[in-house]
């Protein structure tokens, strides 16, 4: 494990076999930072013969209005609880840059686009969701955790057509105090009205990962990662 920086955005990369030919990009909730979901890669049981990269980036550190303006790692600014209200599109469009960068730089050291997978909790999910549908090239797949679909009412006209068949996991606690699973529904609705593929899943939990959580992402993992 290394701690490096990737175009000014600081990042632990951890390889799970020599000359990586697939990555997983997994960005961290508000708050948080890049060794959050570290720990989950030895408990994914992925194929030994798929050599993957997985990247932790660090979002930058901003002040975020709903905790009164408090500095913290966060990928935008949140105004309100409702979170689908007043969006911080200035915000989320300069983190989906940060991450496209990320890919691309993951397609220079040879990784195709195709075994890329891009995923995140909270407000890394939403980073997820919106940079993914919308990249030009097709990766392998989306992961949502704990999260909802931002910017939904641009997606239409923004998403490119290279992921509309792209496999979406999401994933949603059916307690969640932070993000209420109503507003992940509404998500999961708003893109299977656009005939995106999305696998739903609800564990009895908080605002957080559970044990048959990180079983359900490893099978999905094992089948998108090929």
């Not at 908080?206 to 490893?218: A, G, L, N, P, R």
């Amino acid at each position: 494990m290394t701690n490096i920086s990737k175009d000014k955005l600081p990042c632990t990369v951890i390889e799970t076999g020599d000359r990586p030919t697939h990555a997983v990009i997994w960005m961290h909730g508000l708050g948080a930072d890049g060794n959050d979901f570290v720990p989950i890669v030895n408990t994914l049981d992925l194929q030994p013969s798929i050599h993957t990269r997985f990247v932790f980036p660090n979002a930058p550190i901003q002040p975020v209005t709903i905790n009164g303006g408090s500095k913290m790692r966060a990928w935008y600014d949140i105004f309100d609880v409702r979170f689908s209200g007043h969006e911080d599109i200035t915000g989320i469009h300069a983190s989906q840059y940060a991450i496209e960068t990320l890919i691309k730089q993951e397609e220079q050291n040879g990784i195709k686009p195709e075994n890329i997978v891009l995923a995140g909790f909270s407000q890394g999910g939403v980073i997820a969701l919106h940079t993914g549908l919308r990249y030009s090239n097709k990766l392998a797949g989306i992961m949502a955790l704990s999260c909802y679909l931002p910017l939904a009412e641009t997606l239409a006209t923004e998403a490119h057509q290279a992921n509309l068949s792209t496999p979406v996991f999401m994933a949603h606690g059916n307690n969640d105090q932070v993000i209420p699973i109503e507003l992940a529904t509404l998500s999961k609705q708003q893109l299977l009205q656009l005939n995106y593929y999305v696998e739903w899943n609800v564990y009895l939990m908080e605002h957080s990962v559970c044990i048959e959580e990180t079983t359900d992402i490893s099978k999905w993992l094992k089948k998108v990662l090929r």
